[in-house]
């Protein structure tokens, strides 16, 4: 009942074009009464009472009452349909606008495949609710009780006995409301998990084709294909049984209205016109009860569609998005205070880190893989917030700082330096939307990726492909540093890349980043000898802690771990001493 509440708060935005469509309903709902009123004119007054001279003039009323119907059935398709797709649109637009204020972590456990599913099946689902839920339950049940009265007004015995059926008919389809409700659940969860298989595939497609996993790729989509349709057949199965038995009780109601007319008729209780007319009206006193019984399983599952809508919204936003402190400028002086951060809630992943960069400084952070270098840069951005501690940045806790200013103050290169499938101007625009094309390019030099981009043909406007897929790493990540250069922003963050250049490249990559880090405070996660040995501080870490800090000489002359990661990160890869 709540969630109907709320689908039906979001119609009320647009009042008018609701009170239209529900209006034409109930009108379409009252003409219905035309055939059976003028079925029984026929038989039993032009008949009966033989009036031959009335047989054109109420055939024409008749006409003209179902042209009007029909005319207003035609506008209410339409405004229906304009009224389903601005729903759609707004709640749509709902969902994707609270996507984007929550917080990391919760894309940490909620698959892209699966957030995609409640965005293109769940919206429109829960909008059927609306135009065939409300507005045709609303327009059925008003139909449903016109000709009710309508045979109440001409003999109520009869009325009697035509609704005899009735309460077997809403027990039956109460019940299978009941049951079917928890099938469409697992039905749109299938649903969900495929999809999540089909985007995760497709993203990886490359590693599949690779480790030439395919025959294993299909079998998992097969199996999640084959789960989508098992559930739906569930809830197809009871559907088979459901409809033909609420037809057999309906129709059975029938011979009974006609079989107990024809006695009281016999009896002269009736005209024979009004059992003629009962059995026209029969048709538009079921058809209500038919759609409804069809309408309760739309219903039905838009409701779940609905909660899994409502579930996404009501999570909470990231908090301080918008709000809290908007200093005026930012100098780059940071400091960790005891920070202590967990991703699961079980053993740290950072452990009591206190260190800090003077405005201008370069930190470099290095340690094993899964030391915790990315989760560093990770809470400094407020992707994360520590469990313990506090970080400052010009002496202000960053809980105070609004995330949006932060995140303003920050260039943050990363390792896969995504970029968007558009055009490399709207890549770099990211970073300053004022920015004119003599800035980009300026930028573009000073990351040493102005030569690629004017080779492209299209230069600027070339289509970076999906995840940037159109340009090699070494040119995804110049490209990243150059959107980086255009931000121009007081506080960097680098994760050195990982992946094999050739020496040229990265002798750029470099280069480009000797540009963007000089007179910033820069934190780097480094991997090569010549970032350590220019770096203001290098912090080591391990299994989160901190356990050296100094420049390169001073840790060279501790002979401690630096030392022995040095022997085993960079010796062993002379290139990476350039
Ligand atoms: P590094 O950058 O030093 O290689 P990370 O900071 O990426 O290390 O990771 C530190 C630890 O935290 C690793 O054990 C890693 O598995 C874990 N970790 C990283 N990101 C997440 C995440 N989003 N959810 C859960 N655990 C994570």
Known sequence: MVTLIRILRHTFRFPLQSALSLLMALSCASLVLVLPSITMEFIDVIIVKKRPDLIIPTALIGISAILLRQAIFTLRTYYNNSLELKLTHLIRLELYDKLQRLPVKWFDSNSSGEVMSRVANDVPATNRII???????????????????????????????????????????????????????????????????????????????????????????????????????SVMRGQALVWPAVSFIAESGIILMVA????????????????VSFLVAWGFLFDPISRINNLSQTFTRGIVSAERVFAIIDTPDEANLTDGLKPLALSGHVQFKNVSFSYSGDSPTINDLTLEAMPGQTIALVGATGAGKSTVLNLLTRFYEPTHGNIFVD???????????????????????F????????????????????????????????????????????????????????????????????????????????????????????????????????????????????????????????????????????????????????????????
């Open 395 to 417: 002496g202000v806790s960053l809980a105070e700082l609004s995330k949006e200013w932060l995140r303003d103050q920050l260039g943050y290169v990363t390792q896969e330096s």
């Open 260 to 275: 107990f007319g024809a006695w009281s008729a016999l009896h002269g209780q009736i005209q024979p016109g009004v059992v």
């Open 131 to 233: 135009i065939e839920g409300v507005d045709q339950a609303i327009a059925a049940l008003f139909q449903f009780l016109i000709v009710v009265g309508y045979m109440f007004w001409h003999s109520w015995q009869l009325t009697l006995v035509t609704l005899v059926p009735l309460p077997f008919i809403a027990i039956l389809t109460t019940w299978w409301s009941r049951r079917s409700e928890p099938l469409w659940r697992e039905s749109a969860e299938a649903n969900s998990a495929l999809n999540a298989i089909l985007h995760d595939n497709l993203a990886g497609i490359r590693q599949i084709k690779a480790y030439t996993v395919e025959p294993q790729a299909l079998e998992s989509f097969d199996k999640a294909s084959r789960k989508v349709g098992e559930k739906t057949m």
């Open 419 to 578: 970029l968007f499938n558009t055009s490399l101007r709207e890549n770099l625009l990211l970073a300053k939307a004022s920015a004119e094309d003599d800035e980009i390019w300026a930028a573009l030099e000073a990351a040493n990726a102005a030569d690629f981009v004017r080779a492209t043909q299209d230069g600027l406007n070339t289509l970076a492909g999906e995840r940037g897929s159109r340009f090699s790493g070494g040119e995804r990540q110049r490209l990243s540093i150059a959107r980086a250069l255009l931000k121009n922003p007081p506080l960097l963050l680098l994760d050195e890349a990982t992946s094999a250049l050739d020496n040229h490249t990265e002798y750029l990559v470099q280069q480009a980043l000797e540009n963007l880090r000089s007179d910033r405070t820069c934190f780097v996660i480094a991997h090569r000898l010549s970032t350590v040995q220019k770096a203001d501080r290098i912090c080591v870490l391990h299994h989160g802690k901190l356990i050296e800090q100094g420049t390169h000489l001073e840790l060279l002359a501790l002979k401690g771990t630096y030392v022995k990661l040095c022997e085993a990160t960079f010796a062993n890869n002379p290139r990476r001493n350039t």
